[in-house]
């Protein structure tokens, strides 16, 4: 009996969930029939974003993560946001080369996806590709992402567990307060702790999170780590302090919170989505070139004529 390709991912077929994967990347139309299937099968995984500055061994640390899931009997899908290759305008696979050693574990699957363009550290379809990974039926995903620093914010509404991880010796320590990372972060994670500054790192990173407001009954205080990736130094702590924080979620009723920002989340980048391909084709439309010769002229104004564009944009086709 043949099986649909839905029915072939919740049964854990790898090639099915690439192919869809694919469809998602390439915004192809038949990707939206199978997330739809797929969809009432999600809710189960354990979301982590890991993001931070660049250079700060994200992906050391990732793949030091998937092995002691896995040590645990634990399977781990990952989600790693590339950057965009100029030439190609797919991902640089760089996290997965970096990441071979689980390439013939069936319980781990690596994928890299490309910003193309798209701010906020996470691609347009990155949480298509959670959803997938999470109707597969791994116990845990994580989103490591592009980077970028202050843009990365969006990743807090799409994991339940956010890790910043920032390195000592960057010049100046307390970037991430200025890059906003500081109100996502629910562990912060000093890497490459082997390094002069990293104790300096450390108590400046306690002393923000000392000095900001917050309410010690019901908000969570973000735990600051030392960890070396590279030596699989400090990673079990690490886990400690996820489950940690996944029991606090449970106990405070916020992973119900969190699960709604995130289906916000994920209907608001597919109207963005929609919204932008709605956008450019307007811009290129004749309509669109007689306003803009009228602007020229002087004979019309921006505000009319940005109206004009948007009832362009969201008349009903």
Do not use: C
């Not at 379809?125 to 914010?153: K, W």
């Not at 079990?236 to 106990?251: R, V």
Request: hydrophobic share 40%.
């Amino acid at each position: 009996m043949n099986t649909t390709l839905t029915e072939r991912i919740l049964g854990g077929d790898v090639r099915s969930a690439g192919r869809l994967m694919r469809w998602v990347d390439d915004d192809l139309p038949e990707a939206r029939h199978e997330l739809a299937a797929l969809y009432p099968h999600t809710g189960r995984a354990y979301l982590v974003g890991v993001t931070g500055n660049p250079g700060s061994g994200k992906s050391t640390l990732v793949n030091a993560l998937v092995a002691h899931l896995r040590a645990s009997g634990k399977t781990v899908g990952v989600v790693a946001v590339d950057p965009t290759s100029p030439f190609s305008g797919g991902a640089i696979l760089g996290d997965r080369v970096r990441m071979q050693q689980h390439s013939l574990d069936r319980g781990v699957f690596i994928r890299s996806v490309a910003t193309r363009g798209n701010l906020g550290g996470i691609s347009r379809s990155t949480p298509a590709m959670v959803q997938v990974l999470d109707a597969m039926g791994f116990d845990v995903v994580i989103i490591e992402t592009v980077g970028v620093g202050q843009d990365e914010v969006d990743i807090v509404r799409l994991a339940d567990t956010n890790i910043v991880v920032t390195v000592p010796g960057l010049g100046d320590d307390v970037q991430a307060e200025k890059a906003g990372l500081m109100e996502i972060a629910d562990i912060f994670v000093i890497n490459k702790s082997d390094q002069t500054g990293a104790d300096r790192l450390l108590r400046e990173l306690r002393t923000m999170l000392h000095l900001r407001p917050r309410d010690a009954a019901t908000e969570w205080t973000p735990p600051v780590l030392k960890t070396i990736a590279v030596r699989d130094e400090g990673i079990d702590t690490l886990l400690t302090n996820i489950e940690a924080h996944t029991s606090w979620l449970s106990a405070h009723g916020a992973r119900h919170q969190r699960d709604r920002t995130r289906a916000q989340q994920f209907v608001r980048l597919i109207v963005t989505e929609a919204l932008s391909h709605r956008l450019n084709h307007a811009l290129a439309s004749s309509d669109w070139q007689s306003t803009l010769d009228a602007l020229l002229a002087r004979t019309q104004n921006p505000h009319d004529a940005a109206d004009a564009l948007l009832n362009a944009i969201l008349e009903p086709r």
